[in-house]
């Protein structure tokens, strides 16, 4: 059973950062691919940004150039830089892995909220 919890969310003014870790815990042997979702109200679930174990990164138009993704750790496998933030970009924000047998795993979210 693998587990995935995020923190670093919080509440920060437009044209602030924040840095959002993604920690791993159970049956870590390792993701092929790692990403950031996140979900606004009453909006659907979209794609961040994604990661794959080789370090290719792959990012959503709306967030390239402030948005930065790596991947660290089996403990810690990827991290968000965000830079430059929107009122836009307030949602939760959610880790998800990808095993080796194709098997994806979540976690709960963080909230990230920006003020203008």
């Known amino acids: 059973q693998v587990q995935l919890v995020e923190s670093g969310g919080g509440l920060v003014q437009s044209g602030g950062s924040l840095v959002l870790s993604c920690a791993a815990s159970g049956n870590v042997f390792g993701f092929d691919l790692m990403a950031w979702y996140r979900q606004a109200s009453d909006k659907p679930r979209e794609l961040v940004g994604s990661?794959?174990?080789?370090?290719?990164?792959n990012y959503a138009d709306s967030v390239k150039g402030r948005f930065t993704i790596s991947r660290g750790s089996a403990e810690k496998p990827v991290t968000l830089q965000m830079h430059s933030l929107k009122p836009d970009d307030t949602a939760i924000y959610y880790c998800?892995?990808?095993?080796?047998?194709?098997?994806?795993?979540w976690g709960q979210g963080t909230q990230v909220a920006v003020s203008s």
């Open positions: 990661i794959t174990s080789g370090g290719a990164p």
């Open positions: 998800y892995g990808l095993n080796k047998d194709g098997i994806g795993y």
